[in-house]
């Protein structure tokens, strides 16, 4: 079974500061990592993915992720935080294996990002 | 251009209604989703047509019926529902099913059910 781990339900940053959200993962085989971003009463917006090759995924607006095989993880970064990144993020995995290529979300993290 | 839309935003329905939910998009995408989203909650699969046939149904109640009539609409059919089933309603579409493949969200229909 795959499964996806995000361990701080809420990170709260200073504007301008680094952000990190933590995800880790679990699957059979190759991951297949997303993130996604929920702003309040909106759909899933799509950030990034990690199929293969480069280790540091660059995503949508100033974004990055790195994929850390060893670790298992895929922590979303961003060098500068801005009020408007908050909001809702989920990290979610796709196996090969696991019921039909499913995609399995994290339970989400809340970012706040202050003045 | 990743656009998925849903129609309508908002819903009240009552126990005893029948309603639909629609999603429509323009991609050329062959795989289409449903996904339930309690607040605050991640999104639960139920489900997934792939090449408008029903590849994936999550143990669904009967009273969700999903329809696909071509590969551009997705819709959802409401009866019968109860208070429990109120939540927010997403469709989704990629290109294929595929582990690789990236699923492109609507905005979400707000169901609420009294």
């Known amino acids: 079974a795959q499964s996806v781990a995000q361990p701080e339900d809420q990170v709260n940053v200073a504007e301008g500061n680094p952000l990190t959200v933590k995800c880790t993962y679990s699957?059979?085989?190759?991951?297949?990592l997303f993130w996604y971003v929920q702003y309040p009463n909106r759909g899933l917006q799509f950030l990034l993915k990690y199929i293969t090759g480069d280790n540091l995924v660059k995503g949508s607006y100033g974004f990055e992720a790195e994929f850390n095989k060893s670790q298992t993880s895929f922590h979303l970064k961003k060098p500068s935080a801005l009020v408007s990144d908050s909001a809702l993020y989920f990290c979610a995995v796709r196996g090969v294996t696991g019921g039909g290529n499913k995609l399995t979300f994290g339970t989400g993290t809340q970012l706040k990002v202050e003045l | 251009d990743t656009e998925v839309t849903q129609t309508p935003k908002h819903l009240v329905m009552g126990m005893t209604n029948k309603k639909s939910l629609k999603c429509e998009q323009h991609?050329?995408?062959?795989?289409m989703y449903w996904y339930k989203q309690k607040a605050k909650k991640p999104p639960e699969l139920m489900f997934v047509y792939s090449y408008e046939k029903l590849s994936i149904n999550e143990s669904v109640p009967s009273r969700f019926s999903p329809e696909c009539p071509n590969s551009s609409l997705l819709n959802l059919h409401l009866h019968a529902l109860q208070p429990e089933d109120s939540a927010l309603y997403l469709c989704?579409?990629?290109?294929?099913?595929?582990?690789?493949?990236?699923?492109?969200f609507g905005p979400g229909t707000r169901l609420l059910v009294l």
């Open positions: 991609m050329g995408h062959r795989a």
């Open positions: 699957v059979s085989g190759n991951p297949y």
């Open positions: 989704a579409s990629s290109q294929v099913t595929g582990t690789r493949e990236t699923q492109y």
